[in-house]
């Protein structure tokens, strides 16, 4: 049975005869066990199973602990505990009741939001704009979970001052939205909870008990459910010490007051760690003690496996950092797929992720987006592929795209009339086009064509383009006689042309990627990029987003060209960066997490990168409502992760960005840094 596999601490908390209680379980001291142990010790006091309530952050979660009650009791009464997520579980006894609910996703809403909200008119107050339609809408769901009462007028106020005259126009929208989502029957996921607190002072759901994991993450919303259904016992289990979600309107002082709101509570603390090796906890216990101590606890270590002490690695440049961890992952004995690298910025993936696709290693990639999926690498890498493969219709279509006015569907029309041209050959058709042929051809259209497309009905005028500077060859090529091309789009494409011919005559991929960096087309696409990537919520281009977005851009780039310097084959760097990526899968590989993401896993080999000041503590994130306690709570998070092997990196010097970095303050309280620079030996690379 479940509760004997209990030790001496969590037999004690599962089995409490207390009405309230709250178990502190720190990373890797077996609190799904207690849980489940918790759920057993009901059962065999002859709960009803239907009486039971467990409410977790994910509905795996949930699952996975409801197939450990059921290995033990049966399907039968296992599949009778009401469980889930908040949300999940609000809809299921919402259906129960028979209630009809019309849940919509939040993109579904915001279409219908967007519409009330474009028949507002805001007048424009200062230097202030008012909130764009998505923002205001997720605005309003944070105020929703967060809130303690006040309306959203007031909240708003509150949160940004500058916005008071525009807060009444807010409130009235969103009055406004609610009455028509009760005409229709929709509610989002919001809808869900604040309808079920509704329904408790309703009907009383008889539940015994409310079982609660990762009780740090609640946030008022959700306190305010756990106070409605009015259960006799409530059991909590969580750890103050890895909240993490104040971004997301969690609110830490649910769990810190948890003694304060329920006098007659007990508490209860789990000490014995199961996961991690002595070294990699005292360090990561060294760092959290200097937050302020909610509930005192002190972990030990059960494990006897062999101890990896865990390691600082340093490196003069940032690039240095990546290419070495890439490098060591590569010689480790761990199997790829028990090797994490955590990060607290998504960008300090792009360097790992390149540099494990150049030496052939998978990886799996979860918070935030593939450095191979970012428009700016992808727009480089096609260029590189027609160098290899002219032909290659999608690589052409990909690039030609960005061309102001010309899309996909005239970016194919194109690459027909060079193959045309060019008698099966794009380059030649491009550079050399065959006079005699006729690139377009005009259909007559029909009924079932219209609104499909304009067909080439007329031929296309190449007047229009005498005075762009082309020079004559480019200019007489009949390609520009598409209907659809404006000045614009025959500029883009007389760049690609250019950029084309100066690219034939070179070889070393290094070289070739420096120059697309460097030529107009390039440029002007980052531009566009940038311009869309720092447009603001009135429509405005906010110039520090786009430089900053144009800088990103730059860097990215830079990325793949230091890769390529190990390469001396243009088609052996495509094959390594292109063909190796299609080789991968979902489930395989080195794991490359956010801290956020690696919430709940554990890996055997673990490293933390960019534990620069300013990086990890995120300084600009602390500036805009973050603590440095929140921080210190993602680096304990990110440390006890690991189960055997640890490494914490950092860079003194960025030469892309040409920036000085010292060493994060986590480093200095971990005892791995002293106060002034370290005297250990840095990694070589």
Same mark, same amino acid.
């Given at each position: 049975?479940?509760?004997?596999?209990?030790?001496?601490?969590?037999?004690?908390?599962?089995?409490?005869?207390?009405?309230?209680?709250?178990?502190?379980?720190?990373?890797?001291?077996?609190?799904?066990?207690?849980?489940?142990?918790?759920?057993?010790?009901?059962?065999?006091?002859?709960?009803?199973?239907?009486?039971?309530?467990?409410?977790?952050? /994910?509905?795996?979660?949930?699952?996975?602990?409801?197939?450990?009650?059921?290995?033990?009791?049966?399907?039968?009464?296992?599949?009778?505990?009401?469980?889930?997520?908040?949300?999940?579980?609000?809809?299921?006894?919402?259906?129960?009741?028979?209630?009809?609910?019309?849940?919509?996703?939040?993109?579904?809403?915001?279409?219908?939001?967007?519409?009330?909200?474009?028949?507002?008119?805001?007048?424009?107050?200062?230097?202030?704009?008012?909130?764009?339609?998505?923002?205001?809408?997720?605005?309003?769901?944070?105020?929703?979970?967060?809130?303690?009462?006040?309306?959203?007028?007031?909240?708003?106020?509150?949160?940004?001052?500058?916005?008071?005259?525009?807060?009444?126009?807010?409130?009235?929208?969103?009055?406004?939205?609610?009455?028509?989502?009760?005409?229709?029957?929709?509610?989002?996921?919001?809808?869900?909870?604040?309808?079920?607190?509704?329904?408790?002072?309703?009907?009383?759901?008889?539940?015994?008990?409310?079982?609660?994991?990762?009780?740090?993450?609640?946030?008022?919303?959700?306190?305010?459910?756990?106070?409605?259904?009015?259960?006799?016992?409530?059991?909590?289990?969580?750890?103050?010490?890895?909240?993490?979600?104040?971004?997301?309107?969690?609110?830490?002082?649910?769990?810190?007051?948890?003694?304060?709101?329920?006098?007659?509570?007990?508490?209860?603390?789990? /000490?014995?760690?199961?996961?991690?090796?002595?070294?990699?906890?005292?360090?990561?216990?060294?760092?959290?003690?200097?937050?302020?101590?909610?509930?005192?606890?002190?972990?030990?270590?059960?494990?006897?496996?062999?101890?990896?002490?865990?390691?600082?690695?340093?490196?003069?440049?940032?690039?240095?950092?990546?290419?070495?961890?890439?490098?060591?992952?590569?010689?480790?004995?761990?199997?790829?797929?028990?090797?994490?690298?955590?990060?607290?910025?998504?960008?300090?993936?792009?360097?790992?992720?390149?540099?494990?696709?150049?030496?052939?290693?998978?990886?799996?990639?979860?918070?935030?987006?593939?450095?191979?999926?970012?428009?700016?690498?992808?727009?480089?890498?096609?260029?590189?592929?027609?160098?290899?493969?002219?032909?290659?219709?999608?690589?052409?279509?990909?690039?030609?795209?960005?061309?102001?006015?010309?899309?996909?569907?005239?970016?194919?029309?194109?690459?027909?009339?060079?193959?045309?041209?060019?008698?099966?050959?794009?380059?030649?058709?491009?550079?050399?086009?065959?006079?005699?042929?006729?690139?377009?051809?005009?259909?007559?259209?029909?009924?079932?064509?219209?609104?499909?497309?304009?067909?080439?009905?007329?031929?296309?005028?190449?007047?229009?383009?005498?005075?762009?500077?082309?020079?004559?060859?480019?200019?007489?090529?009949?390609?520009?006689?598409?209907?659809?091309?404006?000045?614009?789009?025959?500029?883009?494409?007389?760049?690609?042309?250019?950029?084309?011919?100066?690219?034939?005559?070179?070889?070393?991929?290094?070289?070739?990627?420096?120059?697309?960096?460097?030529?107009?087309?390039?440029?002007?696409?980052?531009?566009?990029?940038?311009?869309?990537?720092?447009?603001?919520?009135?429509?405005?281009?906010?110039?520090?987003?786009?430089?900053?977005?144009?800088?990103?851009?730059?860097?990215?780039?830079?990325?793949?060209?230091?890769?390529?310097?190990?390469?001396?084959?243009?088609?052996?760097?495509?094959?390594?960066?292109?063909?190796?990526?299609?080789?991968?899968?979902?489930?395989?590989?080195?794991?490359?997490?956010?801290?956020?993401?690696?919430?709940?896993?554990?890996?055997?080999?673990?490293?933390?990168?960019?534990?620069?000041?300013?990086?990890?503590?995120?300084?600009?994130?602390?500036?805009?409502?973050?603590?440095?306690?929140?921080?210190?709570?993602?680096?304990?998070?990110?440390?006890?992760?690991?189960?055997?092997?640890?490494?914490?990196?950092?860079?003194?010097?960025?030469?892309?960005?040409?920036?000085?970095?010292?060493?994060?303050?986590?480093?200095?309280?971990?005892?791995?840094?002293?106060?002034?620079?370290?005297?250990?030996?840095?990694? /070589?690379?």
């Amino acid at each position: 049975m479940p509760l004997k596999n209990l030790n001496q601490e969590q037999y004690n908390s599962a089995t409490s005869k207390s009405n309230k209680n709250l178990t502190i379980a720190s990373a890797g001291t077996g609190k799904t066990s207690t849980i489940v142990g918790r759920i057993a010790y009901l059962l065999q006091n002859n709960i009803e199973p239907n009486k039971i309530l467990l409410l977790t952050f /994910t509905n795996k979660a949930a699952s996975e602990m409801i197939n450990r009650v059921a290995n033990f009791f049966g399907d039968a009464i296992a599949s009778q505990i009401v469980s889930g997520t908040f949300h999940s579980v609000s809809y299921k006894l919402m259906k129960s009741l028979g209630m009809q609910v019309a849940l919509k996703r939040p993109n579904e809403l915001k279409t219908l939001f967007k519409s009330l909200y474009e028949k507002r008119i805001f007048s424009h107050n200062g230097e202030t704009t008012p909130y764009d339609s998505n923002y205001l809408y997720d605005l309003y769901s944070l105020f929703l979970n967060s809130s303690n009462g006040e309306d959203f007028e007031t909240w708003i106020c509150d949160k940004n001052i500058s916005h008071k005259s525009y807060a009444i126009i807010y409130q009235d929208l969103f009055d406004e939205f609610e009455v028509l989502k009760k005409e229709h029957g929709y509610v989002n996921f919001d809808d869900l909870l604040l309808n079920m607190l509704r329904l408790q002072g309703e009907h009383n759901f008889g539940f015994y008990e409310i079982l609660v994991d990762e009780y740090q993450d609640t946030n008022p919303l959700q306190g305010k459910l756990l106070d409605g259904f009015n259960s006799t016992n409530l059991f909590c289990v969580g750890d103050y010490d890895q909240s993490i979600y104040a971004f997301n309107g969690s609110d830490i002082g649910i769990i810190s007051s948890f003694s304060t709101r329920y006098p007659q509570s007990e508490i209860f603390t789990l /000490t014995k760690n199961y996961r991690s090796t002595k070294p990699i906890l005292e360090l990561a216990t060294k760092v959290i003690n200097h937050n302020v101590r909610i509930y005192e606890k002190k972990l030990e270590v059960v494990r006897e496996n062999p101890i990896h002490h865990p390691m600082l690695l340093q490196f003069d440049e940032l690039y240095g950092q990546y290419e070495y961890i890439s490098s060591n992952i590569q010689k480790s004995k761990t199997i790829h797929s028990d090797i994490a690298v955590i990060y607290r910025n998504n960008s300090s993936a792009d360097g790992i992720e390149a540099n494990l696709r150049d030496l052939g290693i998978k990886s799996k990639r979860k918070g935030g987006h593939s450095f191979f999926d970012s428009r700016e690498i992808k727009f480089v890498l096609d260029i590189l592929i027609l160098l290899v493969n002219q032909n290659d219709m999608m690589a052409f279509i990909h690039v030609i795209e960005y061309g102001k006015n010309i899309g996909s569907r005239v970016a194919k029309d194109i690459f027909d009339a060079l193959l045309i041209l060019g008698d099966g050959d794009l380059y030649r058709g491009l550079i050399s086009p065959n006079g005699e042929k006729t690139p377009y051809k005009s259909t007559k259209t029909t009924n079932i064509q219209l609104g499909l497309f304009d067909d080439f009905i007329e031929m296309g005028s190449l007047s229009k383009f005498k005075n762009s500077g082309f020079n004559e060859n480019f200019l007489g090529n009949p390609l520009l006689k598409h209907p659809k091309l404006t000045t614009e789009g025959g500029e883009f494409l007389y760049q690609f042309y250019t950029l084309f011919r100066e690219l034939k005559r070179m070889s070393n991929p290094a070289n070739l990627i420096d120059h697309i960096k460097k030529s107009k087309l390039f440029i002007g696409m980052i531009d566009n990029l940038a311009t869309q990537r720092a447009k603001q919520k009135d429509g405005t281009i906010n110039d520090g987003l786009k430089t900053t977005a144009i800088f990103k851009a730059n860097r990215k780039v830079e990325t793949l060209k230091q890769l390529s310097h190990k390469h001396t084959s243009i088609k052996n760097f495509i094959n390594a960066m292109v063909l190796g990526g299609g080789e991968l899968s979902e489930g395989e590989g080195v794991n490359l997490l956010s801290i956020h993401a690696s919430k709940g896993l554990e890996f055997k080999e673990v490293y933390v990168i960019d534990l620069m000041d300013g990086r990890f503590p995120n300084r600009t994130l602390m500036s805009k409502g973050g603590s440095l306690e929140e921080e210190r709570r993602l680096f304990y998070v990110a440390v006890t992760r690991a189960k055997d092997i640890l490494y914490l990196s950092y860079a003194k010097y960025d030469k892309i960005k040409k920036q000085d970095f010292i060493h994060s303050p986590f480093l200095v309280e971990s005892g791995l840094v002293k106060t002034e620079e370290s005297k250990a030996d840095r990694a /070589t690379e």
